[in-house]
């Protein structure tokens, strides 16, 4: 026999198997369980009648928050579904389920009324609870819509509640959203205070653009800055020029020395005066160039620099006229010193610098230096001014338009509530009721539901449990399949258990024998009570076809493993007692000796006296050695080819002397003319004596007590046998049959 069909993977899912297990092995439970829920069922629906009930619907199209209560706080928000969606309808929700709201309603309608059928009474506080309890609200699937539905056992009273409901909600939708405490005498006061404000704002964003000279502060300020930056230009220019004309008066002075020229003139007049002459003369050409350029640039004559100008060319021209009248000569001067401009050649040549005229110009540049500096200074001033008048003027402007918002968020909520005053009382504009309270009926649709919510839960907890307790809490070996899925031990057969289903065949003594076993033997009219004898009928007319097949299958292992010699040793063990290694041993051993073809050997190693042993008429006749000594087994006979020995005479000594003495044996066992020799060994402990001789064997047979044995104690004990490197298949004893065999589709667990 391979045992690799037994080591195969386990299934990825639950097979049906499992779940028709499951179902049959726990179905009291389960039947307990749904009996439970359908008497909850019952029991709700002989007691909870249907109520009556009215529904309605209401449309929030959109929701107009208004809050501020003075000029300074934050202005009305337009919230729309389309952004907020569910948030906006539970926020409505909510204030549609509150209690302030039930208790509104209660106060409108009466509680005397509301608590007529609800027990009486007419105490407001259990008014409001009926009401509040009574009324469901939900929004309609993606929509903007909610839906009010109201209970209560009076058919006459549910759609005035309702209608009631809608009523007081919507000014309740008023009161949170809309500005606290704001009347429409109030809003139109506030509405007029803020016009005031800003006119008076406006005033004084006037004077103070006035008193700073401008009209529009952004062009004022370009202005300032277009002319400073060509003040800057010229004086830079007029720098230039200075530096120029006094190299060049230098130069024409270095020159008229080196000519031998005298500087004094033979006009009859003295030589300053010549020279002041000649100053006046190319002065006033000066300024006169320098008006005309002005003229050109587009300078008023309003301008400073305009007037300056034309002060100094008069002056000079004063000043030449006066010295002409004092030495006429000089006008013959004037006239020689233009002469040359007159005799140029070309019409685009210059005037030759002359010593007269580079020291005209080194002596007017200085002033006109002095001058533009003095204007980059007042414009500098004035633009400090304007920077000055400029915060003024923003903090104006910041007030005028906080003031403008303020009053057009007052204006809409004016507005607004001039709209909700025609609309009427209780009603808005951006709520409408798209279905009345609809007349009073029962949903028995619902009600049904729920009955068979509270049957289905039984049956549901029932099945839950069942699986619970199957997959995570109860982790004993149940099935054959779970040496393959969850142990990976070599599995053998599967023995059913005598005294549960339908296997009551034993009678009372039997049973009685069964359960005795560990007791003291009692000879009662010549036979042993408490023993049970090996050929006993009824256990081969109960278990017999499984012996036969567990006796088949071992045979068939030893011949897959081409195991040919004789005697072989098959132990027998279980991880704890009671599991049915006696019983099992003494049937395997009767069904090999059944053959005929050789004997059999029946080694009891326990060490209890009495345990488990197997009983020749209830006295054991004699032990291991005369067993093997052919003149002295016949007192082990006990049946025709099966013979009974114990190995437990000296119990207290047993575990340190028989590891050693039964190795001493072995040669003598191996060397016996028996075809098998089955031991019934203790249960597999770290202390047992069964790891200790298990490697003797040619098989061990680890008997499973089905239901009983947890899954991990029999990998410690299957642990524990490997490492004395035994050959352990497994036997699953006492098993129950749950599910019918039309359902069943594991051959191992045919029982």
């Known amino acids: 026999m391979s ?53 309605a619907e209401l449309l929030v199209r959109y929701v107009s928050d208004s809050r501020p209560v003075s000029p300074s706080d934050s202005n009305s928000r337009v919230t729309s579904l389309i952004d907020q969606g569910q948030n906006v309808l539970s926020s409505e929700m909510e204030i549609l389920g509150s209690f302030d709201l039930a208790e509104q309603v209660a106060t409108n309608i009466g509680p005397d009324k509301i608590l007529a059928k609800e027990g009486g009474g007419s105490d407001y506080g259990n008014a409001a609870m009926v009401v509040r309890s009574g009324l469901r609200v939900e929004s309609k699937g993606s929509s903007c819509v909610i839906g009010l539905t109201f209970r209560h056992p009076d058919a006459e009273l549910v759609r005035p509640v309702l209608g009631e409901i809608i009523t007081d909600y919507l000014d309740f939708h008023v009161r949170v959203h809309q500005a606290i405490g704001m009347s429409d005498d109030s809003l139109s006061d506030e509405t007029s205070k803020l016009r005031l404000e800003i006119r008076q704002t406006e005033d004084e964003l006037r004077i103070a653009k006035t008193n700073a000279g401008i009209i529009s502060l952004t062009d004022a300020q370009k202005s300032y800055q277009d002319l400073a930056s060509k003040i800057h230009t010229e004086l830079l220019e007029a720098r230039a020029s200075l530096a120029e004309h006094q190299t060049g008066l230098q130069e024409l002075a270095l020159a008229a020395a080196s000519r031998g020229e005298s500087t004094n003139s033979s006009l009859g007049a003295p030589a300053d005066k010549v020279a002041s002459y000649k100053n006046l003369c190319a002065r006033i050409k000066y300024l006169e160039r320098r008006q005309n350029d002005y003229i050109q640039e587009g300078f008023t004559d309003e301008n400073t620099l305009v007037q300056d100008t034309r002060q100094e060319f008069e002056a000079a021209t004063k000043a030449k006229a006066d010295l002409e009248n004092q030495y006429p000569t000089l006008a013959d001067l004037d006239t020689s010193f233009a002469a040359p401009n007159a005799n140029s050649s070309g019409a685009g040549s210059t005037l030759e610098p002359t010593e007269s005229t580079e020291s005209v110009a080194v002596e007017a540049l200085p002033r006109r230096i002095k001058e533009l500096q003095a204007q980059m200074n007042e414009i500098q001033l004035d633009a400090a001014r304007l920077d000055e008048a400029e915060a003024k003027i923003n903090d104006l402007e910041r007030k005028k338009n906080l003031q403008e918002q303020n009053y ?39 009600f049904y539901r729920a009955v068979g919510l509270l049957a289905g839960a039984g049956l549901f907890l029932g099945l839950a449990w069942a699986f619970l307790i199957e997959f995570y809490l109860d982790r004993s070996v149940k099935r054959p399949v779970d040496f393959k899925t969850k142990l990976r031990i070599p599995f053998f057969l599967s023995i059913p258990d005598l005294n549960h289903g339908g296997n009551h065949r034993l009678g009372e003594p039997e049973q009685a024998q069964l359960a005795a076993r560990g007791a003291k033997v009692a000879v009662v009219n010549g036979a042993a009570a408490g023993a049970l004898e090996v050929a006993s009928p009824r256990i081969n007319l109960a278990l017999h076809s499984h012996y036969d097949a567990l006796r088949d299958r071992l045979v068939g292992y030893f011949e897959s493993i081409n195991l040919t010699r004789k005697p072989k040793l098959v132990a027998m063990t279980s991880t704890r007692k009671g599991a049915g290694v006696s019983t099992i041993a003494a049937g395997l051993a009767a069904s090999l000796s059944e053959t005929g073809d050789g004997r059999v050997l029946l080694v009891d190693m326990n060490l209890e006296n009495g345990a488990a042993q197997q009983f020749f008429r209830g006295q054991p006749e004699c032990q291991l050695d005369d067993a093997l000594a052919s003149d002295k087994r016949n007192h082990a006979l006990v049946q025709e080819n099966l013979y009974v020995v114990s190995e437990g005479s000296n119990a207290d000594k047993l575990p340190r002397i028989l590891p050693k003495r039964f190795a001493s044996l072995v040669p003598k066992l191996r060397a016996s003319d028996y075809d098998y020799i089955i031991f019934d060994m203790p249960p597999v402990t770290q202390t047992s004596v069964t790891t200790r001789l298990a490697g003797f064997m040619d098989t061990v047979m680890l008997i499973v007590e089905s239901e009983k044995t947890d899954r991990d104690v029999v990998k410690q004990a299957h642990e524990l046998l490997q490492q004395s490197k035994a050959n352990v298949t497994a036997v699953l004893n006492k098993t129950r049959r749950y599910v019918p065999a039309r359902l069943q589709h594991d051959i191992d667990a045919d029982v």
């Open 3 to 55: 045992t690799n069909r037994n080591l195969e993977p386990p299934p990825p899912l639950i097979a049906p198997g499992d779940i028709y297990f499951v179902l049959f092995r726990h179905k009291k439970k389960i039947l307990i369980l749904t009996a439970i829920g359908l008497a909850g069922a019952l029991l709700y629906y002989f007691t909870k009648q249907p109520m009556y009930q009215s529904d």
């Open 408 to 446: 057009n968020t007052f204006v809409s909520m004016l507005e607004q509530a001039r709209i909700d005053e025609a609309l009427g009382p209780g009603r808005v504009s951006n709520i409408q009721i798209i279905e009345q309270p609809s007349p009073p009926y029962k949903d028995y649709k619902r």
